[in-house]
């Protein structure tokens, strides 16, 4: 037998074996143990580990390791970090790194909140002509206004409300001096002069321009950490309803809200939370950021949603795992009700992003109440093995059953609360 066949027939019995292996569940496990395990105190992961293999942890302080039949478990017993060796027959086959990070945990929500939003400055949501002797004429656009711009100062003081506008244009229409105008545009800023016009008919001074200095809307709470009183809520940004672009924020505030009715969703047409503020409005927290990840702020005021009120654990990006789940909304009046939910698909991700999550409604009231996902939706809690995992952010709009989520994780990062942090020491 020459030597090229003998090549060939060692080449196909490698892969048939290679193949063959790789099959075994022993393998597989074994490929599955991941290369980094992060866990809170006082939580335990398992794996399996058919293979005959021992483990060894470099800080016994931190990590308790444990294998009884063909179950691998780490118990995470103080703050700190380990290595995890994996040995077989006296051999290292594997290393492992184990963070053990502080006891976490926070109140989920779930009640229907109403949202007012001031935003920095006045926004622009369109231009109009001004019909002057010589014609009609928009002297914001003429300016190089764009609608979703946002103008911040005008001759150096700042702007914080519509009503702070006409002064200003009065003041110009009587000197003939164009207005010096500060502007926000996609995180960058300029200036440029603007000369109002006088309209013929009221002979009024105009800038040509829409604009609006307030949102307001409906939502729903995600959490809030009770020692430090954060909150966060609604899951992904808002947006200017005329605009479609983010909505910057000077300030804000969310108050008590009443689901009235529901608009049931159908493909191709999303549902909708007929709901209106609580008829005190009394003011239960602020805003103070409004990002993709959802709007952000304090409690001034104590919340309760009757199901869970004690704080509960929260999920890692890479601890949630496919298979069923609960959501915590409101779909009639203010009552607070935990309904069925199936995580068809969850991405373990390294780094914030706001569709972490595919999710499908499999409550048959829920269904039958709403149709699936609804706007207004938007924030509830995802609750799953008793541990916070996510919210509700978006509906699919040829599917109103299904949507994404995000990973609780990315949200409390947000609302500037940091998990990893140690907990501070009580003074000797």
């Known amino acids: 037998m020459d030597l090229e066949k003998m090549r060939k027939i060692i080449g196909a019995f490698l892969l048939v074996s290679f193949v063959v292996l790789s099959m075994a ?68 086959v594997k290393q492992v790194n184990v963070k053990v990070l502080p006891d976490f945990k926070v109140v989920p929500g779930g009640q229907s909140i109403g949202v007012k939003l001031n935003t920095l400055g006045v926004l622009v949501v369109g231009h109009h002509l001004v019909e002057t002797e010589n014609g009609k004429q928009s002297p914001g656009e003429m300016a190089g206004i764009q609608v979703g711009d946002t103008i911040t100062s005008i001759n150096g003081k700042k702007i914080e409300k519509m009503s702070d506008v006409s002064p200003f244009i009065e003041e110009a229409g009587k000197t003939g001096k164009p207005l010096k105008l500060t502007v926000h545009r996609d995180r960058h800023q300029f200036e440029t002069k603007l000369f109002p016009l006088k309209d013929k008919h009221d002979h009024a001074y105009r800038i040509g321009l829409y604009i609006r200095d307030s949102a307001a809307g409906i939502g729903t709470m995600t959490f809030f950490h009770p020692k430090s009183k954060k909150y966060g809520a609604l899951g992904h940004v808002i947006s200017d309803m005329d605009t479609k672009k983010p909505i910057i924020v000077q300030n804000g505030t969310i108050v008590k809200s009443t689901v009235t009715s529901i608009d049931k969703g159908r493909n191709g047409s999303p549902g909708e939370k007929l709901a209106k503020f609580s008829s005190d409005r009394e003011i239960i927290g602020n805003i103070t950021t409004n990002s993709p990840f959802g709007i952000f702020g304090k409690l001034s005021k104590p919340i309760r949603n009757g199901i869970f009120d004690e704080p509960l654990p929260i999920a890692l990006s890479n601890q949630v795992k496919k298979g069923p789940a609960k959501i915590l909304t409101v779909v009639d009046k203010d009552q607070v009700e935990a309904f069925d939910i199936e995580i068809v698909s969850t991405v373990p991700q390294k780094f914030p992003a706001t569709k972490g999550m595919i999710i499908k409604i499999t409550d048959p009231r829920l269904l039958e109440k709403t149709g699936g996902i609804v706007q207004g939706m938007s924030g509830s809690p995802i609750i799953q093995d008793g541990k916070l995992v996510g919210a509700v952010t978006h509906v699919f709009v040829n599917d109103p059953t299904s949507g994404y989520g995000v990973h609780i994780e990315w949200m409390l990062n947000e609302a500037g609360i940091n998990i990893y942090e140690r907990k501070e020491q009580k003074a000797s």
């Open 25 to 92: 569940k022993p393998f597989k496990e074994y490929v599955n143990i991941p290369k980094q395990i992060v866990l809170f105190q006082g939580e335990t992961f398992r794996f399996p580990a058919s293979l005959p293999v021992q483990a060894a942890a470099t800080n016994e302080n931190s990590i308790d390791v444990a294998k009884k039949e063909n179950t691998l478990s780490i118990d995470g017993k103080t703050i700190g970090e380990s290595d995890l060796v994996l040995q077989m027959a006296g051999f290292p």
